[in-house]
């Protein structure tokens, strides 16, 4: 497997160093230099605002460090591996390191975005050449002081020896060190000298999560602050007419009841009260388009059926390659709505004065919707501060940021700090779901060989954007085309976990699937046929890696024991690339009663140098339930604009006992790191979909599965 050396890297003026007035050093870092290039940095730690993908470094008197993390934590886990690699080029012991979460700084920093699973990948380099510039910096202070040639000295676990043995801790010469020049051309560890790196190294708040300590937007309260319970129209497509709030106002704890748009605001001063007083209200509404999933199933599959396209890609001639064909295969594949359904429902506190506006909680893209704030207020981008919260669960939909805008407009309506409080049944039914998709994949066969593949795709909304068009097998078929349309609904849409890939990557794996059936190869072998063609590609919109996804897929079927299993036992494999990782799936199934019950996922994944083992290990775990309870279970509709469920009583997701033993295994080499947060749910749903059939003979081409299987609870 091919490694790369880790290189040395040069930016002039890449740190700033001010004097801490508590008498320590604080050293600011530009990821993908998003720090404007003068930034002035603060002193005062307090007042500190930071800005995605910068972190500060604050060394105390005592040797103890302080890294200040800008990165919206979402779960994914950067809150820890980005300080992680930060102390490693600093050569400090991790006991020793404090994480603090950053606020946004719209100011010195211009950009921050939690999403993609791209903050590791984008942040290597930077992090790394940020913690070595300090130590050197911290060196070159300590050879000052003994009056001695900076190289002849060496700093490990935050203490500095000189040849005649003599030691300085990082605290005993950070106020020395943070007035000296910032070095350049600082060397870089080599992958074999990690010691934090590659360790497994515990979340940074799992004390505090595990004993309810505040970490979380729900969790967070200010003085004077009240709860705000937003009714929004129950269809979409729906307008507020009138409505009745005397019995509202009865209800003890309710102060005020705030219209605005078509949504109504009732304040209280506790979530419970102000949910009360919201069920309390009479209300008429207005039915202008209301749309059904039915409806929507007719329309995709009229698209389909159409010739009015986007064209995404195009190599060689699909038409030809059909006419010249021994075969043809062509299958259609069907995708609901979801909602997000992330354990914290939204929520957002928010206190518009005349001076400033104040806003806390959670929140994946806070200067996109810091900005949103400040327009829908007319302020000036400059009077917002905002503070993140650690999210219980993003998947997408923090990005939006909806739930802040109502915060910030109520509370400057009604003069007051307000924190909107979604109940579950406005997590589900306010909107920005998962898309409803189908995909039709049609593929040619001509001597043994795939000649042709023409895929379709008709969604609600919107439609695969950026590489996605690009992924495999693009650059492996002779003759491919992609095309894409979708229909404007009035039903909101947005990302969801692995955005398109999420169903894209169960249809084109189920599809290769049942072309290798249809060719009579086997699985993997046609995939690994299929590689060999894109091995070499100066194609730049190919970013995937032939020799990486082949060394993927070798190492899943040696550790799942692909084809050599248990009597009794049926295997279904699946690849896929998104998020530039690489991650290959075997999923184990067995028979009870006639019925699958699915044993075990085997995993392998290249993503690089892993950071940190236990949240990686703990993402693409998460990641591979994710896409099986949804691919398994979750259903989502639409009657008359209104959402078939609003809670998790008839919205059903994977449960404890239907969950299945998740085996992960890394490829080993010293390339740099790429995300982990979304790549591994894409290929879950193709994995156990091919077990089934090889279980049950029965191919599936809609999710949820359950429906074609008919029957509630198929796992365990």
Not at 674 to 682: A, I, M, R, S, V
Request: with cysteine; proline share 4%.
């Amino acid at each position: 497997m091919k490694t790369h050396k880790t290189h040395n890297f040069s930016r002039r003026n890449f740190l700033k160093t001010s004097i801490l007035a508590s008498g320590g050093m604080l050293v600011g870092f530009n990821l993908l230099t998003a720090c404007t290039k003068e930034a002035v940095m603060p002193v005062d730690i307090e007042s500190l605002n930071f800005n995605d993908f910068n972190a500060f470094i604050k060394i105390s008197d005592e040797g103890y460090v302080t890294i200040f993390s800008p990165n919206p934590e979402i779960g994914q886990g950067v809150k820890t591996s980005m300080p992680m690699i930060i102390a490693e080029e600093l050569d400090v012991e991790w006991s020793k390191v404090n994480v603090v979460q950053g606020a946004l700084d719209t100011k010195n920093f211009k950009r921050q975005v939690a999403g993609g699973s791209q903050s590791i990948r984008f942040g290597w380099d930077a992090l790394r050449q940020t913690g070595a510039t300090t130590k050197q910096m911290l060196v070159n202070a300590a050879a000052a002081k003994w009056k001695v040639e900076a190289n002849t000295c060496k700093a490990l676990k935050g203490i500095i020896t000189n040849a005649n043995g003599d030691k300085l801790s990082y605290g005993d010469v950070v106020k020395e060190a943070a007035v000296l020049e910032v070095p350049e051309n600082v060397k870089l560890k080599e992958v074999k000298d990690y010691t934090i790196i590659g360790q497994e190294i515990v979340n940074v708040d799992i004390d505090k999560i595990i004993t309810g300590k505040p970490l979380f937007g729900l969790d967070y309260k200010a003085e004077g602050m009240l709860i705000a319970s937003v009714l929004r129209p129950p269809a979409f497509g729906q307008k507020l007419i009138s409505f009745n709030d005397s019995k509202s106002k009865s209800v003890a704890g309710v102060t005020d009841v705030i219209k605005f748009g078509d949504k109504i605001a009732v304040l209280a001063t506790s979530t419970w009260a102000a949910m009360k007083g919201k069920k309390a209200l009479t209300v008429s509404w207005k039915d202008e388009n209301l749309e059904t999933t039915e409806d929507h199933n007719k329309i995709l599959n009229k698209i389909l059926d159409g010739s009015k396209f986007d064209t995404k890609r195009e190599d060689g001639n699909i038409k030809k390659g059909f006419a010249n064909a021994d075969k043809v295969i062509e299958k259609t594949y069907h995708s609901p709505f979801l909602p997000h359904n992330c354990l914290e429902p939204m929520n957002f506190y928010a206190n518009v004065t005349a001076e400033k506006v104040h806003l806390v909680g959670p929140i994946q893209t806070p200067q996109w919707t810091t900005n949103r704030v400040a327009k829908l207020l007319d302020r000036k981008p400059k009077e917002i501060h905002c503070e993140m919260t650690r999210m219980g669960g993003g998947f997408g939909r923090r990005l939006y940021g909806d739930f802040a805008l109502e915060a910030a407009e109520i509370s400057s309506l009604a003069k007051k700090p307000v924190k909107v409080v979604f109940s579950r049944e406005d997590d589900m039914t306010a909107g920005t779901y998962r898309p409803a998709i189908k995909y039709r994949i049609k593929a040619s066969i001509k001597d043994g060989k795939v000649t042709g593949y023409y895929l379709k795709e008709a969604a609600i909304n919107g439609n695969m954007y950026g590489l996605i068009p690009n992924f495999f097998p693009a650059g492996c078929i002779p003759n491919y085309k992609v095309d894409a349309s979708n229909y404007k609904s009035n039903i909101t849409t947005g990302a969801w976990r692995a955005p398109y890939t999420n169903f894209l990557a169960f249809a084109e794996q189920s599809f290769f699937d049942e072309l290798a059936s249809e060719m009579n190869i086997d699985t993997i072998q046609l995939r690994l046929d299929l590689l060999q063609n894109v091995k070499g590609t100066k194609d730049k919109q190919i970013q995937y890696s032939g020799q990486r996804m082949e060394d993927t897929i070798k190492l899943v079927r040696e550790k799942a024991n692909w084809g050599n299993t248990k009597e009794g036992v049926f295997q279904g494999f699946s690849a896929y690339y998104s998020h530039n990782t690489h991650v290959a799936e075997i999923a184990d199934i067995v028979l009870k009663d006639g019925f699958p019950i699915l044993k075990k996922v085997t995993v392998a994944v290249d993503c690089g140098v892993v950071v940190n083992p236990t949240g990686a290990r703990n993402q693409v775990e998460g990641g591979v339930l994710d896409g099986i309870g949804h691919a398994m279970y979750a259903d989502f509709s639409f009657e008359n604009g209104k959402p078939s469920s609003k809670n998790f009583d008839t919205y059903k997701l994977i449960r404890m006992q239907e969950t299945p033993k998740v085996e992960v295994h890394f490829v080993e080499n010293e390339l740099s790191p790429t995300g982990l947060g979304e790549p591994g749910l894409p290929p879950a749903g193709g994995a156990v979909a091919n077990a089934i059939n090889a279980a049950l003979g029965k191919r599936i081409y809609s999710q949820p599965f359950v429906n074609e299987l008919k029957k509630k609870t198929v796992l365990g």
